[in-house]
T-cell receptor
């Protein structure tokens, strides 16, 4: 069975600094997708970034980028130039052809002014 | 375009009762997934419906059931409520491919006393 692990329950970063959130996963499938979702306090969950497993190039979306290490089954999220609005719960997620999303337990990111 | 809506937003029920939660997906989306979110457990996948058919389900007891209507609206039912069922129940809609972004609703906060 597939699993997703986020080992950092909470992280803090100074405004304008860079932070990296960790995620590891386990699967025997070769074709799958990885996602980072953001859940701001009392607001709806939204997609931050997506990575296709067959693509070697790391995905980037403005200040957000991933470090996808397929062999190590690692998928970390880097947030550059952190802003107060980045404070949220961040969830790593896995999806494959079974139409079943598997989420990690989340990392709460605090941004310090 | 209207987002995913869930009703009701808050519910208080007593142990042993049953409850029905509703989810209206984004127009055109045919897939609806349901999740249970609790502190420390992250999001646990309940089930996914596509064109009125359940395509996958998570590891929840049979007390948790769902259905999807021809207009893609979905309902989730929990019978014989237990204290441990207290959680935020999220639904998410998408076009139905594993690679698709999921669009989340605001959730229904269920409290069982």
């Amino acid at each position: 069975a597939q699993t997703v692990t986020q080992s950092q329950p909470e992280m803090s970063v100074q405004e304008a600094e860079t932070v990296t959130l960790s995620c590891t996963y386990d699967t025997s499938e070769s074709d799958y997708y990885l996602f980072w979702y953001k859940q701001p306090p009392s607001r709806q969950m939204i997609l931050v970034i997506r990575q296709e497993a067959y693509k070697q190039q790391n995905a980037t979306e403005n200040r957000f980028s991933v470090n996808f290490q397929k062999a190590a089954k690692s998928f970390s999220l880097k947030i550059s130039d952190s802003q107060l609005g980045d404070a949220a719960m961040y969830f790593c997620a896995y999806s494959s052809g079974t139409y079943k999303y598997i989420f990690g337990t989340g990392t709460r990111l605090k941004v310090l002014a | 375009k209207a987002g995913v809506t869930q009703t009701p937003r808050y519910l208080i029920k007593t142990r042993g009762q049953q409850v029905t939660l509703s989810c209206s997906p984004i127009s055109g989306h045919r897939s609806v997934s349901w999740y249970q979110q609790t502190p420390g457990q992250g999001l646990q996948f309940l089930f996914e419906y596509f064109s009125e058919t359940q395509r996958n389900k998570g590891n929840f007891p049979g007390r948790f059931s769902g259905r999807q209507f021809s207009n893609s609206r979905s309902e989730m039912n929990v019978s014989t409520l237990e204290l441990g069922d207290s959680a935020l129940y999220l639904c998410a809609s998408s076009w139905g491919r594993s690679s698709d972004e999921q669009y989340f609703g605001p959730g229904t906060r269920l409290t069982v006393t």
